[in-house]
T-cell receptor, first 108, second 113 residues
Framework: EDKVVQSPLSLVVHEGDTVTLNCSYE??????LLWYKQEKKAPTFLFML????IEKKSGRLSSILDKKELFSILNITATQTGDSAIYLC????????FGQGTRLTINP | NAGVTQTPKFQVLKTGQSMTLQCAQD?????MYWYRQDPGMGLRLIYY???????DKGEVPNGYNVSRLNKREFSLRLESAAPSQTSVYFC????????????FGPGTRLLVL
């Protein structure tokens, strides 16, 4: 059975801290690993990773995929209160399997 | 472009009632999806449509039916609602194979009493 597992499930840090969110996957027909940010409503797309070892970066966020060990990490540096959200990862091809999400809370 | 739109935003049903959730996208995407999101369980795929005229079951299809009305629209029907179907429902779309990024609608919050 396909599964995607995220850790930790919940994380509370202070503004300015750096956080690392983890995502491991066992998905047949795997092609891509995607990260989404979900605030109050719909998930919004952050990154899509298809190749091992190539870091994708957007501002203070970065992510990398390890296809040998079947995991990905999402890093957020110099966190801000606006980074508070649920972060979802998903793996697959056309059909995506989602993890449970990590609820990140940034305290001022 | 509106992206992915869903109606209604919120609905209350009594057990046994039926309803249809509507979804439309204006991005010329081929594939469309219906998910439900429950606390602590992430997003679970109910049904998807890889292209106009085709539909396939996802992880949790029981109690639901779908119709891909045309390329733009993909509806989800609950024939006889149950309290276990209380959830937030998201519709999403993506372009095609090889372009897995899915774009989500704002969601429909459904409460079944």
């Amino acid at each position: 059975e396909d599964k995607v597992v995220q850790s930790p499930l919940s994380l509370v840090v202070h503004e300015g801290d750096t956080v690392t969110l983890n995502c491991s996957y066992e998905v047949t027909n795997f092609r891509s690993l995607l990260w989404y940010k979900q605030e109050k409503k719909a998930p919004t797309f952050l990154f899509m990773l298809t190749s091992s070892g190539i870091e994708k970066k957007s501002g203070r966020l970065s992510s990398i995929l390890d296809k040998k060990e079947l995991f990905s990490i999402l890093n957020i540096t110099a966190t801000q209160t606006g980074d508070s959200a649920i972060y979802l990862c998903a793996g697959g091809a056309q059909k995506l399997v989602f993890g449970q999400g990590t609820r990140l809370t940034i305290n001022p | 472009n509106a992206g992915v739109t869903q109606t209604p935003k919120f609905q209350v049903l009594k057990t046994g009632q039926s309803m249809t959730l509507q979804c439309a996208q204006d991005m010329n995407h081929n594939s469309m999806y219906w998910y439900r999101q429950d606390p602590g369980m992430g997003l679970r795929l109910i049904y998807y449509s890889a292209s106009e005229g085709t539909t396939d079951k996802g992880e949790v299809p029981n109690g639901y039916n779908v119709s891909r009305l045309n390329k733009r629209e993909f509806s989800l029907r609950l024939e006889s609602a149950a309290p276990s179907q209380t959830s937030v429902y998201f519709c999403a779309s993506s372009f095609d194979r090889g372009k897995e990024t899915q774009y989500f609608g704002p969601g429909t919050r459904l409460l079944v009493l």
